[in-house]
């Protein structure tokens, strides 16, 4: 029987993968688990295996080509099979994907009237009880979203309350914000069962929450998984240096408040470089939040810091910069990708974005060397080191002191794989973190 190979689904939110090398040529005998084809997408570029024995019979999508996650890219005839140019297009059909059908309107709960779209007074706020608006905010609600069943299209507590337990119940990823005490608001992207255990992720400088999407599409089945960006980072709000704390001290506090507004904790907290000092900051101040940590090529073990990075984020924002970054941080350059490039080069050049992640700079690596005020000793947290064995931004010493300085500590280290392992080596790092979440469960 003839074998469809498909789109593959790296990450949470991939919906589209582009074909930039063809391994193999029309007509050539193909074995199970075969390099086939080379797919890039925004984070990631890798390898499709073959997943079955056969003739390379089709080649669906050509190079250069934009295909969906799960729409056919080749047909696989098995040894001897014949297919007819009718035969080949309906597999390549049976393998389109499906338009999703529009939802179904929800209908109110508890009150009894009709839920409909919240109505908004002339300035435009959502008509709402001061009891709802206020519980919409301690449960990180967006009233925009709401469907209200009170009086004249007005939403009510429990119109809040309802919201906030089907989007608990939601395992679709979606966007949140979450408002800070002085004002700001960080941006998350949550996902998985809600009454599954919690992992939350901390990304380093320059990064975002997408750095761990390949890693979060192997946890969200059985896991609530939150990726934080963080402030300054991302799609959370930007401050002046003057009128914000980009301290690791001051950035934990800030993620502190935004895994309490989602409700995110206890959790595993994974850290990657200046996300590891920022959660080990969070398991010494607000320890009721964290079951364990997993620290991934992290700052804060030792005072060591390239000079590369210490030069580059001294430098002016823009392409030039972000593919130095990327250069530095991966030992394989195919995952230095345009797209990676150019998303990284527009984050930095968002207005007041590159002077806060300068800031973070400067407060965490004065002088160019780390701060060494993280007190490992204290943490009573398990912890978890993976680390790339060719990182060139952090040296692979600062795991092997870590071992001695934290109380309850395993180290997994990854050969071949640079400061980004999430990246790099995402299926074994999903894998390490998986195990140990369960480990500590």
Same mark, same amino acid.
């Given at each position: 029987m003839a074998t469809i190979v498909k789109m593959p689904k790296w990450g949470l939110t991939m919906t $589209?993968?582009? *074909?930039?090398?063809?391994?193999?040529?029309?007509?050539?005998?193909i074995s199970e688990g075969d390099p086939l084809l080379t797919v890039e997408t925004e984070k990631a570029v890798n390898d499709v295996e073959a997943p079955s024995n056969g003739i390379l019979l089709k080649i669906v999508a050509s190079q250069g080509a934009e295909v969906p996650v799960s729409a056919a890219v080749a047909i696989i005839a098995a040894p001897g099979e014949v297919l007819s140019d009718a035969e080949i297009a309906e597999l !390549?059909?049976?393998a389109a994907p499906k338009k999703a059908g529009g939802a179904a309107k929800r209908e109110g709960a508890g009150s009894g009237r009709e839920a409909r779209v919240a109505t908004r007074d002339e300035s435009g706020r959502v008509n709402a009880s001061p009891a709802a608006r206020?519980?919409?905010a301690e449960l990180g609600v967006d009233l #925009?979203?709401?469907? $209200?069943?009170?009086?004249?299209?007005?939403?009510?507590?429990d119109d809040v309350e309802r919201a906030a337990s089907e989007r608990d119940d939601d395992p679709s990823p979606r966007e949140e914000r979450v408002a800070l005490a002085d004002g700001r608001e960080l941006n998350a992207l949550v996902a998985g069962p809600g009454n599954g255990p919690k992992l939350t992720f901390l990304h380093g400088l320059g990064g975002s929450q997408s750095t761990w999407q390949v890693v979060?599409?192997?946890? *969200?089945?059985?896991?609530?998984?939150? $990726? !934080?960006d963080l402030p300054g980072h991302g799609a959370s709000d930007v401050s002046a240096p003057d009128s914000a704390d980009y301290s690791i001290a001051g950035i934990a506090a800030a993620v502190a408040q935004a895994i309490d507004?989602?409700?995110?904790?206890? #959790?595993?907290?994974?850290?990657?470089?200046?996300?590891? #000092? !920022? #959660?080990?900051q969070i398991a010494l101040e607000r320890p009721e939040l964290v079951r364990g940590i997993v620290l991934i090529d992290s700052a804060g073990l030792g005072s060591d810091i390239s000079p590369e990075l210490i030069a580059l984020m001294a430098g002016d924002p823009g392409p030039d910069t972000a593919r130095g970054l990327l250069e530095l941080f991966?030992?394989?350059k195919r995952l230095v990708v345009e797209r990676g490039v150019n998303e990284m080069a527009q984050t930095q050049l968002a207005a007041g974005a590159w002077s806060a992640q300068q800031a973070v700079a400067t407060s965490a690596f004065p002088g160019g060397k780390q701060q060494s005020a993280l007190r490992l000793s204290a943490v009573k947290?398990?912890?978890? !080191? *993976?680390?790339? $064995?060719?990182?060139r931004v952090i040296p692979f010493q600062h795991a092997i002191d870590a071992l001695s300085a934290l109380p309850d500590v395993t180290l997994r280290v990854l050969p071949s794989v640079g400061h980004v392992p999430q990246v790099e080596d995402a299926s074994t790092v999903a894998t390490a973190i998986d195990r140990f979440a369960k480990s500590i469960a």
């Amino acid at each position: 029987m003839a074998t469809i190979v498909k789109m593959p689904k790296w990450g949470l939110t991939m919906t $589209a993968g582009t *074909v930039t090398d063809w391994l193999h040529n029309e007509g050539e005998e193909i074995s199970e688990g075969d390099p086939l084809l080379t797919v890039e997408t925004e984070k990631a570029v890798n390898d499709v295996e073959a997943p079955s024995n056969g003739i390379l019979l089709k080649i669906v999508a050509s190079q250069g080509a934009e295909v969906p996650v799960s729409a056919a890219v080749a047909i696989i005839a098995a040894p001897g099979e014949v297919l007819s140019d009718a035969e080949i297009a309906e597999l !390549i059909e049976s393998a389109a994907p499906k338009k999703a059908g529009g939802a179904a309107k929800r209908e109110g709960a508890g009150s009894g009237r009709e839920a409909r779209v919240a109505t908004r007074d002339e300035s435009g706020r959502v008509n709402a009880s001061p009891a709802a608006r206020k519980l919409a905010a301690e449960l990180g609600v967006d009233l #925009a979203t709401v469907e $209200a069943t009170g009086p004249s299209g007005r939403v009510t507590s429990d119109d809040v309350e309802r919201a906030a337990s089907e989007r608990d119940d939601d395992p679709s990823p979606r966007e949140e914000r979450v408002a800070l005490a002085d004002g700001r608001e960080l941006n998350a992207l949550v996902a998985g069962p809600g009454n599954g255990p919690k992992l939350t992720f901390l990304h380093g400088l320059g990064g975002s929450q997408s750095t761990w999407q390949v890693v979060l599409g192997d946890l *969200v089945e059985s896991y609530r998984v939150t $990726a !934080i960006d963080l402030p300054g980072h991302g799609a959370s709000d930007v401050s002046a240096p003057d009128s914000a704390d980009y301290s690791i001290a001051g950035i934990a506090a800030a993620v502190a408040q935004a895994i309490d507004g989602l409700k995110g904790g206890p #959790a595993v907290l994974v850290g990657h470089s200046l996300g590891g #000092a !920022i #959660a080990v900051q969070i398991a010494l101040e607000r320890p009721e939040l964290v079951r364990g940590i997993v620290l991934i090529d992290s700052a804060g073990l030792g005072s060591d810091i390239s000079p590369e990075l210490i030069a580059l984020m001294a430098g002016d924002p823009g392409p030039d910069t972000a593919r130095g970054l990327l250069e530095l941080f991966y030992e394989d350059k195919r995952l230095v990708v345009e797209r990676g490039v150019n998303e990284m080069a527009q984050t930095q050049l968002a207005a007041g974005a590159w002077s806060a992640q300068q800031a973070v700079a400067t407060s965490a690596f004065p002088g160019g060397k780390q701060q060494s005020a993280l007190r490992l000793s204290a943490v009573k947290k398990p912890v978890m !080191i *993976v680390w790339g $064995a060719k990182d060139r931004v952090i040296p692979f010493q600062h795991a092997i002191d870590a071992l001695s300085a934290l109380p309850d500590v395993t180290l997994r280290v990854l050969p071949s794989v640079g400061h980004v392992p999430q990246v790099e080596d995402a299926s074994t790092v999903a894998t390490a973190i998986d195990r140990f979440a369960k480990s500590i469960a």
